[in-house]
């Protein structure tokens, strides 16, 4: 075996799986500040599935639905709802890593594959992961086209960016028991290391709870962050996900930026809504965090989570769930120094969700 760990060079886009893909990224659009700058389907020759690409600084989505009920997109959709299909890592070899990683027990799910038009060829596999997501390595230094071959530009993509910046992470829920094994699956492939645990005693609220792993790669670019449900008086949000999710998945993607106060704002004039946070949480915020040089009133106004470590602090809001499931929601993070996830945070966040579930019936 290659004592040498393939080198992923950051996440490359996530692709969702959507029951209308054109709804999807209006919404993605109009809700969250995304270009449209590309798409495929029945008028750029493809005849299994309708997709449309999606930029805002270094963040890219695509949106995919089928176009005949017995399409694997359908599948998908159905058993899932509008969810992560595949998250795609940028690479320099896609031959050499997905041969890396099948001698160190990856399952290949699609082998090297190359795709050719006028504007180059771009190379890309894929292997299973948790669930029904996929991991896609993709180089893309030999295409020069809008997204890939069978994709066409879109001529006047609107502008509407409110300063989301990169992917900072995004979190997988997996069932109870499996955290150990999808730890080592990133370890043993990927050469990620353990940065952060977090036991059901310290994440969650004591009614419901979850242990977590932060799983990131060498030089820091990809962090994974991996949830299991842990047994407590009630159902968690993790148990609720897996349930309605049917099975592990992306629960949320978290999206950076350098001024949440400003981008929450947008995003509440955009009707964008967030996970309501008791006030309680604000009466005790300052004496638990100190002065970080922040406006408690415009933080306590806004809805936003603050949190603290020996590296700086960071601001977060949730999103409430983004289709009519209650599964994958999006997080928005600005780091001021702080490499956390917010656990100081995470029994407000817990709490908030609890009274979702209340007021849904599936607590």
Known sequence: MDAEFPILKGIDHIELYVGNAVQAAEYYRSMFGFKIVAHSGLTTGRWDQTAYVLEQNDIRLVVASALSPDSPIARHSSLHGDSVKSVAFAVSDVESTVNA?????????????????????????????????????????????????HYHACDNPQESEIGLTRIDHLVASVDRGALDSWSRFYEGLFGFSQTASYPGDCYGTGDTSAACRVMQSPDGVITLPLNEPVVGRFKSQVDEFLEFHNGPGVQHIAFSTNDLLSVVRELRARCVEFLPIASDYYSELAGRIGDIGVDFDAIRDSGILVDCDEDGHLLQVFTRPVSGRPTMFLEIIQRVGSSGFGVGNCRAMFKSIEREQHHRGTL
């Open 101 to 149: 990683v099948r001698e160190r027990g990856a399952t290949v799910v699609a082998p090297l594959t190359t795709w050719k038009d006028e504007y180059g060829e771009l190379r890309f596999a894929s292997i299973k992961a948790y669930g029904d997501v996929i991991h896609t390595f993709i180089d893309r230094s030999d295409y020069h086209g809008s997204f890939a071959p």
